[in-house]
């Protein structure tokens, strides 16, 4: 029998080195995870109770039209109830798609530009909802 | 591979009085006859208490001595012997063919690179057992005689130790799969076991590796290696301890 050695031996850093590349040292991806734990719960709490109302309450979902959302929109706190929604769901969202990427994009240039397009989508629909949550204006007349 | 078997001419056991005959159906792969993977099947006689690796034997002795596999000790303490075995990562030695119904496919465990039928590459999972610093680390002065552990501290790990390195845990996990970048479930039960040993002083150093992009953050929590592990070590437990030890800071 003879022994194969392929390569060349393993190099073992000593006890106290710090790892060569990878690490980028930031606790990023920590706090990415707990933010999707967190936020899942929260979002169980406000999307649940944001279908309970809008879809089942007195009249449902027929009752909804311009004059309803603007009454609730009146109040700051159906305001901060959406914002809220708005953000969580849409941050919770694009970084459950970044960890997918991550998995399953094979090529640097792949996994770049679907990210790309990921945060781009991402900022626009914040952006947006943003700006319509605070600069609603009930007054459609002129 | 490590085949050294002294009775090799002698008659093939178990044909007179076996009691059923297998399908075994085994993913060839040589590059130098194929480029292709193919699925190859044997009709393999086996006895009763006869376990996989007995019919790989069988196979590989009496019917195409060109099957290539690793195995050692055959008694599930070298894991040399992970494969795939109806399509779930298991040692050859510890399934017995009378579990696993009349056709059995077997395959090399995946995410690794094949060098010829069920022999992987096992490097790129060595690297990340290595990245970990699965030694003691110490610091401050020598004691004058060993370093003693009570036995509550002991059992705190007591889990981890278990491991006996065969890769069923990482080549199971999906992420491994994708990313072999992912440390996987072995380097992190690996540090798990330095991490919550008392006497060992290089946590932090561990932690930090782990905390890394590829690092514990990238366990979706599958559980696919608990399931996989042929020492019942709870994997994706001690996974959750190293994060819950990372976000707290503490061990
Ligand atoms: S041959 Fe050693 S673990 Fe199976």
Redesign the pocket.
């Known amino acids: 029998m003879t022994a194969v050695v392929t390569g060349d031996l393993p190099v073992i850093e000593a006890p106290r080195s710090r790892r060569s590349g990878g690490g980028n040292g930031t606790n990023f991806e920590m706090y990415a995870w707990i933010f999707m734990r967190m936020s899942g719960l929260l979002l169980v709490f406000l999307v649940l109770g944001h279908l309970f109302i809008m879809l089942l309450l007195d009249g449902g979902v027929q009752r909804i039209n311009f004059g309803f959302v603007a009454g609730r929109w009146a109040s700051p706190f159906w305001r901060t109830w959406d914002l809220a929604q708005l953000w969580l769901a849409q941050l919770h969202g694009t970084n459950g798609l970044r960890v997918i990427i991550n998995d399953y994009a094979e090529r640097d240039g792949t996994r770049f530009w679907l990210k790309m397009l990921l945060y781009t989508s991402s900022f626009l629909v914040l952006l947006l909802g943003t700006l319509v949550i605070f600069t609603f204006d009930p007054d459609i007349t002129g | 591979m490590t085949v050294t078997e002294a009775s090799s001419a002698v008659q093939q056991p178990g044909v007179a009085g076996h009691l059923r005959t297998v399908t075994v159906k085994v993913r060839r792969y040589d590059p130098e006859v194929d480029p292709e993977a193919n699925w190859q099947s044997f009709e393999v006689p086996v006895e009763k208490g006869d376990r996989l690796?007995d019919a790989l034997h069988q196979i590989k002795w009496y019917q195409d001595g060109s099957l290539t596999f690793?195995?050692?000790?055959?008694?599930?303490?070298?894991?040399?012997?992970?494969m795939r075995i109806n399509g779930v990562n298991r040692?050859?030695?510890?399934v017995l063919v009378k579990d696993l119904g009349d056709e059995i496919l077997v395959e090399p465990i995946k995410g690794l690179a094949v060098l010829k039928d069920l022999v992987v590459d096992m490097e790129p999972f060595f690297e990340a057992f290595r990245a970990v610093k699965p030694f003691l680390i110490t610091s401050g002065r020598e004691p004058t005689r060993e370093r003693l552990q009570s036995t509550k501290d002991r059992a705190r790990f007591d889990d981890t130790t278990k491991c006996?390195m065969?890769a069923a845990c990482t080549t199971s996990c999906p992420v491994f799969w994708t990313d072999d970048a992912y440390f996987g479930p072995q380097a992190i039960v690996a540090a798990h076991r330095f991490i919550f040993d008392s006497r060992d002083d290089g946590a932090r150093e561990r932690l930090e590796i782990l905390n890394d992009k590829e690092g514990v953050w990238r366990c979706r929590t599958t559980f696919n290696c608990t399931d996989a592990c042929?020492r019942g070590i709870e994997v994706t437990k001690a996974i959750q301890e190293v994060k819950r030890a990372l976000i707290f800071r503490r061990r």
Not at chain 2, 70 to 82: E, F, L, N, Q, Y
């Open positions: 690796l690793r195995r050692s000790c055959a008694h599930g303490v070298c894991g040399s012997d992970a040692l050859a030695c510890k006996i065969c042929p």
